[in-house]
C-alpha cells in the first residue's frame, strides 16, 4: 500500500465517527475530527493545487477540489466537505489502479520484451542486452524460454508456441534452417540460432511498439473528447460562479442557499472519468484485438474497420494458401509415375513455384547426375536434357513449337504437358488451393453486412473462377498486373462507398494497401514495407481475423459511446439539478467519482475477456 | 523523424491533452501526440532542433504534471 492510499484510509476511518457524532449532536467533537479527516486526505491534493496555481492554473482539477470541500466547511456542511476531498482522493487512487490494471492486462505483450540473450561469440556463452546483438551473431535459446530476436536455426530442433504472437494455439516444429520470430516459446528442445534482425526490427520489438504506439492514432470519440474537456472544466467554473452571484446581487436571495448550490458544481466540474474511460476503452480493444493475433493501428482505424462495406482481398496467399498442389496426373503412352518422374527431373533446377509443387509430388531424391543442360523458354517451359533424352515441359505454346498440336487442356488448372524426345507424354495439373477458413470467413463477412466482396488476381479468369465459386466470391477481376491491381481498387474508391478495406500479403501489394481506407496485412509482420503502409496486420494466416477485427471494432466503439452517453448524462443532469437546488454534494459526489468508476469499468469490458471469437458461419467449407 | 519518450507517472488523462497542446505550439514541432494509456510522447520533428524542442518539452510537462516524468528517446 502506498503512501497515498494510507492517507486516504485514515481519512476515511477519521469520516466515519466524525459523521455519527455530527449527527448525534457532538457539532464541536465532530467538526474536529471532520478536520483531521480533511487533512488527512486533503494534505497531498492542497501541494499539488499550491503548485499548479504558481503555474497559473486556476482550473486545475485539486484547486477545483480545494475550493469546492472547503467553500462547503465554510458555509457549515463539514461532511459534505470531508466527503467531497475524501471520495475524490478515492477516485483519483481507483483511476489509477484501474489504468495500471489494463496497462498490465496487455502484459502477455509486455512479457515478450526480452531481458537479456545468451550470444555465443569464440565459443563463449555472453548474456547481452537484446539491443546489442548484431545480425549474424549465434544464441541459444533453452526450453520454456522465448525468442528473443528473430534467427535461424543453426543446430536443435523443437516446437514452438506462437501463441502470444498470432493467437494459435497449435505448436509449430521448427529444425535446422527454419526461420523462426521472437516473441514465441520455445518449448521442448535446446536451440542454437543465428540472428538475423537486429532487435529492434524483430518481431517482438515490431509488435510492442505497434501496440504502444497505436494510440497515437486517435478515434473521433477520442478527438471529441479531448475537445470536450478543453471547454467543459471553464465553461462549469464561470457558470457556478455565475450562479454563486447573480441570485444574491442582483435578486437579493440568500448567499449560503446559492454557494452551496454553485459549490456542487465545482464538484462536477472535472471531466476525468471521460478524458480517461475513452482511450482506456480503445487501448483494450487494441489489447483484445493483439491477443488474437490482429494489430489495430489506433482508434482511428477501429471506426473504419466498424464502418466496412467492402472488402477487395488479393488472391494468391490471401484468399488461397499461395503454394500450389499438383492436382492431376494424365499420361499419354506411359506410365503416370514416369511421367511425373521426367517433369520434376526436368524442372529441377527451377525455382519457380510450379516447378517445385511437381518435385514436392514426386517426394524421392532426383539422380541430379542424370539431368543434364536445362534451358528456360520464359512464358513458356523448360527443356532439359535427362538421361539422354530431350523433355520439354511447358504449355501448349511450347509442346506447338516442336509440333504437338491440339493438346488437351482444362480450362481452369494450369496444366504443364511434357513431351519426351519430341513425343507428347502427357499433361499434370496443378492449383492453388483456398485457405480452410476463407468460404466460412466471406460468408461471416456478408453476415456483418459487408456487401461487396471482391478478388483481385493475376492470373486467368478460369483459375480465378475456380476459387472464387469455392470460397462464394461473387465478383472477381483476374489477369491483372500488379500495377492493375492498384488501379482496380481505385475504381471502387469512387466515393459511392462507406469503408473499402483491402486484403492482401503486403509483399507486392504494397500501394493498395496504402491506398484502402484500412490497408490489412495477412501473414505476419516480417515485410517491412507492408507493416509500415498497414492500418492492420494480422499475424497469422486466417482470412477469419478480418471478420473478427471489425467485431472488435464495432464493440470497442459501442462501449466507449456507451461510456460518453452515459458521462455526459449524468453530468448535465447533475448539473442542472445542482442549480435548481435539487442535487446535493452526494449526488454530485456520485456523478464525479462513481461516474468515473463506472465508466472505466465499462471501458475493461473492451479487452473482452471471455470472448473468443470464431466464424459463425454454418457448413465451413473444407478444402 | 519521429522521436518517442516515456512519460512515466502520468496519472491525469486531461494533462495529456494539454501537455500535447502545449508542445503543439513550439515552433519547430512537426506533431506530437501524448498517449495517455502507454504514457509515451511521440514528436516528429527534424533532427536538428530535438534537443531545444526536449527542453521545453520538459518544461512543459512539469508544469502540468508535475509528477510525469520525461525519459528516453
Not at chain 1, 520484451?113 to 541459444?140: A, F, K, M, N
Not at chain 1, 488461397?320 to 503416370?336: A, C, K, Q, R
Request: contains cysteine.
Amino acid at each position: 500500500m502506498n503512501r497515498r492510499s494510507v492517507e486516504v484510509l485514515i481519512s476515511f476511518l477519521l469520516f466515519v465517527p466524525g459523521t455519527l457524532l455530527h449527527y448525534t449532536g457532538h457539532p464541536s467533537l465532530s467538526l474536529a475530527i471532520l478536520l483531521a479527516a480533511y487533512a488527512a486526505a486533503g494534505y497531498t491534493v492542497a501541494v499539488a493545487a499550491a503548485r499548479s496555481l504558481r503555474y497559473g492554473m486556476i482550473l486545475d482539477e485539486n484547486f477545483l477540489t480545494i475550493i469546492a470541500s472547503a467553500g462547503a466547511f465554510l458555509i457549515g456542511a463539514g461532511v459534505e466537505g470531508v466527503a467531497v476531498m475524501l471520495f475524490f482522493s478515492v477516485g483519483v487512487l481507483f483511476e489509477q489502479a484501474a489504468v495500471q490494471k489494463s496497462r498490465q492486462s496487455i502484459s502477455e505483450l509486455v512479457e515478450m520484451q526480452p531481458v537479456s540473450v545468451r550470444v555465443i561469440r569464440d565459443d563463449r556463452e555472453y548474456e547481452i542486452p537484446p539491443e546489442d546483438v548484431v545480425v549474424g551473431d549465434y544464441y541459444s535459446v533453452l526450453p520454456g524460454e522465448r525468442i528473443p530476436i528473430d534467427g535461424t536455426v543453426v543446430s536443435g530442433t523443437s516446437s514452438l508456441d506462437m501463441k502470444a504472437l498470432t493467437g494459435e494455439s497449435l505448436p509449430k516444429d521448427a529444425g535446422t534452417g527454419d526461420s523462426v520470430l521472437s516473441g514465441s516459446i520455445n518449448l521442448s528442445g535446446s536451440l542454437t540460432l543465428k540472428a538475423d534482425k537486429v532487435y529492434s526490427d524483430s518481431t517482438v520489438a515490431r509488435v510492442l511498439e505497434l501496440v504502444e504506439e497505436s494510440g497515437a492514432k486517435k478515434s473521433e470519440s477520442e478527438k471529441f473528447i479531448t475537445m470536450f474537456a478543453r471547454y467543459y472544466t471553464p465553461a462549469v467554473v464561470i457558470a457556478a460562479i455565475s450562479v454563486a452571484l447573480i441570485p444574491v446581487l442582483a435578486f437579493g436571495l440568500p448567499a449560503d442557499v446559492w454557494v452551496y448550490r454553485a459549490l456542487v458544481m465545482l464538484v462536477i466540474s472535472c471531466p476525468c472519468a471521460l478524458v480517461i474511460s475513452v482511450p482506456l476503452t480503445f487501448f483494450c480493444g487494441v489489447g483484445r484485438a493483439s491477443r488474437s493475433g490482429i494489430l489495430i493501428n489506433g482508434g482511428a482505424v477501429m471506426d473504419r474497420l466498424a464502418f466496412a462495406d467492402t472488402v477487395i482481398m488479393d488472391k494468391t496467399g490471401t484468399v488461397t494458401m499461395g503454394t500450389f498442389n499438383l492436382t492431376g496426373i494424365y499420361p499419354n503412352g506411359v506410365s503416370e509415375e514416369e511421367l511425373v518422374r521426367y517433369a520434376a527431373m526436368s524442372e529441377y533446377k527451377s525455382d519457380h513455384p510450379i516447378s517445385r509443387a511437381i518435385i514436392d509430388y514426386y517426394g524421392d531424391a532426383v539422380d541430379a547426375s542424370l539431368i543434364g543442360e536445362s534451358r528456360n523458354i520464359p512464358g513458356k517451359g523448360i527443356i532439359t536434357e535427362v538421361d539422354g533424352k530431350t523433355i520439354h515441359t511447358g504449355n501448349a505454346g511450347l509442346m506447338k513449337e516442336i509440333g504437338i498440336e491440339s493438346v488437351t487442356a482444362e480450362g481452369d488448372v494450369t496444366n504443364i504437358h511434357v513431351a519426351i524426345d519430341g513425343v507428347y507424354a502427357g499433361r499434370i495439373t496443378i492449383s492453388d488451393t483456398p485457405k480452410f477458413d476463407s468460404a466460412v470467413a466471406i460468408e461471416e463477412l456478408e453476415m456483418m453486412g459487408v456487401n461487396e466482396i471482391v478478388m483481385l488476381t493475376g492470373d486467368t479468369a478460369a483459375s480465378a473462377e475456380r476459387i472464387a465459386e469455392i470460397v462464394g466470391v461473387e465478383k472477381f477481376h483476374s489477369e491483372l498486373l500488379p500495377e492493375d491491381k492498384l488501379r482496380k481498387l481505385e475504381d471502387y474508391l469512387d466515393g459511392s462507398r462507406k469503408t473499402l478495406l483491402y486484403v492482401g500479403d503486403g509483399i507486392n501489394d504494397a500501394p493498395s494497401i496504402a491506398r484502402a481506407d484500412v490497408g490489412i496485412a495477412m501473414g505476419g509482420i516480417g515485410s517491412d514495407s507492408a507493416v509500415e503502409a498497414a492500418d492492420v496486420v494480422i499475424m497469422n494466416d486466417s482470412l477469419c481475423k478480418i471478420p473478427e477485427a471489425i467485431q472488435i471494432s464495432r464493440d470497442t466503439r459501442k462501449i466507449a459511446y456507451q461510456n460518453i452517453v452515459f458521462s455526459l448524462s449524468v453530468k448535465f443532469l447533475a448539473l442542472g439539478l445542482a442549480v435548481l437546488g435539487l442535487a446535493g454534494m452526494w449526488f454530485a459526489i456520485f456523478a464525479d467519482v462513481g461516474v468515473s468508476a463506472i465508466a472505466i469499468l465499462n471501458g475493461i469490458r473492451a479487452y473482452g475477456f471471455n470472448k473468443e471469437f470464431s466464424c459463425s458461419a454454418p457448413n465451413p467449407v473444407c478444402q | 523523424m519521429k522521436f518517442t519518450y516515456r512519460l512515466e507517472g502520468l496519472h491525469c488523462g486531461n494533462c495529456g491533452g494539454k501537455i500535447e497542446r502545449e508542445i503543439s505550439k513550439i515552433k519547430e514541432v512537426e506533431s506530437v501526440s501524448v498517449i495517455f494509456m502507454s504514457q509515451r510522447l511521440i514528436i516528429n520533428a527534424d533532427e536538428a532542433h530535438i534537443d531545444k524542442i526536449e527542453d521545453e518539452a520538459r518544461k512543459i510537462i512539469k508544469k502540468i504534471a508535475s509528477d510525469a516524468v520525461m525519459s528516453g528517446r
